[in-house]
């Protein structure tokens, strides 16, 4: 299904036009196999866009975890592994201690990073893993068919909840960036969505900071993303992405819980009025 | 003239529909005219009055990189902000 | 004698020969009898380039080593039997993968928690694959200091030069003892270069790596167990280690592993002075297992008997009984809950043997 | 043919193991195969703690021992338990500080020391059992003194000679005792 190859520039009418918005290096020419209207793409396409932005793409290892992006690495082009369950943040913390100049991305969904890989998020995190990971939040698991999840709201209806979850059966929805942002180790940790233009847009700014995060040796960096699973869900898919905005966003807040560069900011703002005071004493001397 | 324009890869495009919501100015729809590889209808981007200025929303939204987005080159002015950019990166 | 001898712990030593090996990534977690090795690592590993890293679990621990190994390092982890039960998952994964690494169980008693003596419970697991799915690891098994030191070097070579990941199989006994060792046989080697397969960050110019382990197509699968079986089948050939004691003239031949092998040896001695004659004969290699020199000696007419001896209710012995193929009676002594034999135990049923070749008491079975 | 197979055994943190592994260490330097194993698990810390020593010409089969040509006992449970597996012939070292009995057997030769007393005499109780070491190698005489004074070198850090030091003549005080009685 290989497409028509992309042009920089295209003449119509005898008018140039440029071509602003097209398909990012870090991704293969193959199309994504995700259910249509699922935002797996769409979090794919910012990954690959910041990698391609920041310069790392030959320098980028991929884990490559399990559920519906098990085949992720059919659509990054660049070095990648499978990880067994809930496994890939210890198998990245092998490849990033070994080869210290790799950029590790970690690309998970909500049962692997959030309730078989628990234990493997939080010691990777705590550690400090100087790993990015994408923890696509979507509330429900895909690929099996739609069972519960540890993020699975309270009365939304799975297959293995079919009556809503009821959280005097199987607890609350856990929230998995508010947990991780308590951890010295982490640099950086954001939730986003991804239901609309702005959301995306905010999304990318926070992927770009996640791996700003591991290229400058602070630590620990994910991005939570909520994401929809319309097909699960059974809703359209525009229905879809309107109910993360509506419903999931109450349950799970988008919002930055960790970052290190603005804490440094605030460091360099509370620390500017005595530097300020001492440059300026120091220039009435001169 | 249109400022831009953008093209839809019809086999790629899975026809979800997200951009047709997502286009400030109501160009895309669903015709349901053609039917691609996968048996999907693609989108289909309608704009007889040159309406399209290249904004991107329906690119972004787009979870299959299906779209593709052209826009006129800025006349004079593309080369100070550019600069700028370089300077600022 | 070697002047270059040093005394030291079995759990310590397997570090050292990882050392010589060029190791340079150990993940592990505590767990008894195998404690002084992520200790000794901790203390060490730094001093050679590695890294050493307490994981959260042993399930982590063997996932990071198929990082590291992944990245293109030598690795190891070490643990002991519910440990190694945990890391089956990551051993199926790292052997479907094709990757190199060494994983040493110090086998203590099980199932379940059982205790910490040394036992051999483990050795269907070891030698069977271990995890889901069809694959096997190279696994050797020491029965000294120096073995321990030895095999684990010879275990980076073999999973290097396979691609598979290699295990040695100690007990709580080999792994707690001190013994002298001599270092000279294992120099300090670079490991190979990797790069032609590895994950690193020097991407630029070349094809992508790729390492995976799903081929949701039957048809795709199919290649890759292929190629697996046909891998399986060449190491069988190759590799095939074991050692053998006073077995040339043996009427009664000893078949053990590990410190029970040990405790054969004195046995051997104490029952050739009573005109008792025994030999040993000692897999080094328990997968791929020496079938063909069991059936060998199966066929002496001078054998009357094999007798296999093992700290568990009947593993090994299996595969003896498969490589003797009935033509002689195969006995089988066992010691159970983590006691370990004494000369006295293993003589004691092989005299009963010797008068009655056919003994029930000890003649293994299979209904 | 050499096979000296001990069992030295008291309560944890009395040395065991460490007298153990310099019985070993100094077989080693005098050219013998040795092999030293604990009595390890949970129960190695404040309990019983015992630990074995062979000592041999040939290759070492089992390092495990059973019948004992050689034990030093600590405590009175552990004289109980290893007095009678002393092999004929066998040696038997008690620190009479804490095991109060004695031996009825005529076929070993049981030696009886205040280890604890001849310690503090030294200048550190915690120098217990390398005084029963002295005692035990007074009656052995397999390995030499000197090559215990290596084994307590080796398994000593360098930094601390003063512990070396107090180790070594706490050695020798368990020898003297022995020889002067």
Redesign the interface.
Same mark, same amino acid.
């Given at each position: 299904m290989e497409a028509v190859p992309e042009k920089k520039r295209v003449t119509v009418d005898g008018q140039d036009y440029e071509l602003v918005f097209g398909r990012p290096a870090s991704l293969t020419s193959k199309p994504f196999t995700y259910c249509p209207g699922c935002n797996h793409g769409t979090i794919h396409r910012l990954v690959a866009e910041v990698i391609d932005e920041l310069g790392i793409q030959h320098r980028c290892v991929g884990m490559a975890s399990v559920g519906c992006s098990v085949f992720s690495y059919e659509f990054f082009d660049f070095d990648f592994i499978s990880c067994a369950h809930g496994r890939a943040l210890a198998v990245a913390t092998g490849v990033k201690r070994v080869q210290p100049d790799t950029v590790v991305l970690s690309y998970q969904g909500d049962g692997d990073l959030a309730a078989i890989g628990t234990a493997e998020t939080i010691h990777a995190a705590n550690r400090g893993e100087r790993i990015t990971t994408i923890f696509v939040n979507n509330a429900i698991y895909g690929m099996t068919g739609g069972q519960m999840a540890p993020t699975t709201i309270i009365g939304q209806r799975t297959t293995t909840t079919p009556e809503g979850r009821d959280e005097h059966r199987i607890g609350w929805p856990i929230r998995m960036s508010e947990m991780l942002a308590l951890l010295p180790g982490v640099a950086f940790v954001a939730r986003t969505t991804c239901h609309d233009a702005k959301s995306i847009l905010k999304t990318k700014v926070a992927i770009k900071k996640a791996f700003r995060a591991q290229l400058e040796d602070r630590g620990f960096s994910m991005v939570e993303i909520l994401s929809n699973c319309n097909v699960n869900w059974r809703m359209t898919p525009q229905d879809a992405v309107n109910w993360v905005g509506e419903e999931m966003t109450k349950v799970f807040p988008p919002g930055t819980y960790k970052d290190v560069f603005a804490e440094d900011q605030e460091k360099a703002r509370a620390d500017a009025p005595s530097k300020t005071k001492a440059q300026s004493s120091e220039k009435t001397e001169v | 003239?249109p400022i831009?324009?953008i093209e839809i890869?019809d086999?790629?495009c @899975?026809?979800? &529909?997200?951009c047709v919501?997502?286009c400030p100015k109501s160009l895309l729809h669903q015709t349901k005219k053609k039917i691609n @590889?996968?048996g &999907?209808y693609p989108v289909e981007f309608v704009d007889p009055e040159g309406k399209c200025n290249?904004c991107?929303?329906c690119?972004?939204?787009?979870?299959?990189?299906?779209?593709?987005?052209?826009?006129?080159?800025r006349k004079p002015k593309t080369e100070q902000p550019a600069a700028a950019e370089a300077k600022a990166g | 004698m070697s002047a270059q001898r040093v005394f030291m712990k079995g759990n310590e030593a397997a570090c050292e020969g990882a050392f010589r090996a060029g190791c340079k990534f150990f993940a592990g977690y505590p767990i008894t009898p195998q404690n002084e090795v992520p200790e000794y690592m901790s203390k060490h590993i730094w001093d050679h380039g590695g890294t050493f890293i307490q994981s959260e679990s042993e399930v982590a621990a063997i996932n990071m080593l198929m990082g590291a190994s992944a990245a293109g390092a030598r690795a190891m982890t070490s643990s002991s039997s519910p440990g190694i039960s945990l890391k089956q998952e990551g051993i199926s994964y790292i052997a479907m993968s094709e990757l190199p690494c060494v994983v040493m169980n110090v086998v203590r008693c099980g199932p379940g928690l059982g205790n910490i003596a040394p036992h051999q419970g483990d050795y269907f697991q070891a030698t069977r694959g271990g995890g889901h799915g069809d694959y096997r690891t190279i696994t050797l098994a020491p029965n000294s200091v120096q073995e321990m030191a030895q095999f684990v070097y010879l275990a980076f070579e073999l999973a290097d030069k396979w691609r598979n990941p290699a295990l040695v199989l100690s007990d709580g006994t080999i792994g707690q003892m001190m013994e002298p060792v001599d270092f000279s046989e294992m120099p300090y080697v670079e490991p190979p270069d990797k790069s032609d397969w590895c994950l690193n960050a020097h991407q630029e110019g070349r094809e992508r790596h790729l390492i995976t382990t799903i081929y949701l197509l039957a048809e795709d699968m199919a290649p890759v167990h292929e190629r697996l079986v046909k891998k399986y089948e060449r190491i069988k050939k190759a590799e095939v280690r074991y050692t053998d004691y006073m077995s040339d003239d043996a009427e009664i031949l000893i078949v053990a592993i590990g410190s029970p092998s040990r405790v054969a040896r004195s046995a051997i001695k104490a029952g050739r002075e009573e005109g008792l004659k025994l030999g040993l004969l000692r897999p080094i290699t328990v997968w791929p297992f020496p079938y063909g020199v069991i059936r060998q000696y199966a066929e002496s007419d001078r054998v009357k008997a094999i007798v296999v001896t093992e700290m568990n209710w009947g593993q090994m012995v299996e595969d003896v009984a498969m490589a003797v193929s009935g033509k002689k009676p195969v006995h089988f002594v066992p010691k159970h809950g983590g006691l370990t034999f004494t000369p006295e135990d293993m003589l004691e049923p092989i005299r009963a043997i010797r008068e009655n070749p056919m003994n029930p008491e000890t003649l293994w079975v299979q209904t | 043919m050499l096979l000296e197979e001990y069992i030295f055994a008291g309560f944890g943190g009395q040395g065991i193991m460490t007298i153990g592994q310099f019985a070993a260490y100094a077989g080693m330097i005098q050219g013998y195969d040795t092999a030293w194993i604990p009595s390890y698990g949970p129960e190695s810390r404040g309990g019983t703690a015992n630990c074995n020593v062979v000592i041999s010409d040939d290759v070492i089969g089992s390092p495990h021992t059973h019948s004992p040509n050689g034990v030093i006992v600590m405590n009175a449970p552990s004289f109980d338990r290893f007095e009678p597996e002393v092999r004929k012939g066998g040696v038997l070292v008690v620190n009479t500080n804490l095991a109060t009995q004695s031996s009825e057997r005529s076929d070993i030769k049981a030696a009886y020391v205040p280890c604890a007393d001849i310690a503090l005499e030294v200048g550190n109780e915690i120098l217990v059992s390398v005084v029963a070491l002295g005692a035990f190698n007074a009656l052995k005489k397999v390995v030499s003194d000197e090559n215990m004074e290596q084994a307590i070198k080796w398994k000593i850090p360098q930094a601390r000679k003063d512990l070396i030091d107090l180790n070594v003549r706490a050695y020798y005080a368990g020898k003297e005792y022995l020889e002067s009685t």
């Open positions: - | 003239m831009g324009f890869l086999d790629t @899975k026809g979800c &529909l997200l919501a997502a @590889k996968r &999907l290249a991107r929303l690119a972004i939204v787009c979870p299959d990189v299906a779209i593709r987005v052209y826009k006129q080159p | - | -």
